[in-house]
């Protein structure tokens, strides 16, 4: 029998950083318990009101985060607030799949086109690693807004 899993990030600000990976994603933030989010309405401030109205004090308010694939397929992604910023290489890391498929030339094409999006949402371009056949298709290492590596693959 499979596991289900959720992938956490420990964040600075977890708002943020959720909301980057949403966007890298093409997750959604759920809604608060209770609550339907009307159609286009933005459950983020629908959160706001939520904890507002449920007593949480506002220093509490961005201490957690979570996103989800809205086709239910994928793991949520949880974001939870800490003091300390991130100190070392992570050892773990995501492998956004931007070019399944694509070989040479066009996967490269793919991915750079995928790295400018993302730097325009706040990543920043580590490397690129050129392919190295017959093993190595090449990738676009990565760093989302608070430093966390991932790759373009």
Not at 114 to 136: D, F, I, K, S
């Amino acid at each position: 029998m499979s596991r289900h899993i959720q992938v956490t990030f420990d964040a600075h600000d977890p708002r943020a950083l959720s909301s980057f990976w949403r966007d890298v994603l093409g997750y959604v933030h759920p809604g608060p318990p209770g609550v339907d989010v009307p159609e286009g309405g933005d459950p983020l401030s629908a959160w706001d009101d939520f904890l507002a109205r449920i007593g949480v004090p506002e220093e509490q308010r961005n201490t957690r985060s979570a996103i989800e694939d809205p086709e239910g397929h994928g793991p949520r992604v949880f974001f939870q607030q800490v003091p300390e910023g991130k100190v070392a290489k992570n050892r773990v890391h995501l492998d956004v799949r931007a070019a399944p498929g694509l070989r040479g030339e066009e996967r490269m094409a793919a991915l750079e086109a995928e790295c400018a999006r993302l730097v325009a949402l706040g990543a920043t371009r580590v490397h690129r690693e050129e392919p190295a056949p017959p093993l190595g298709t090449g990738h676009i290492v990565m760093a989302d807004p608070e430093g966390n590596e991932f790759c373009l693959d």
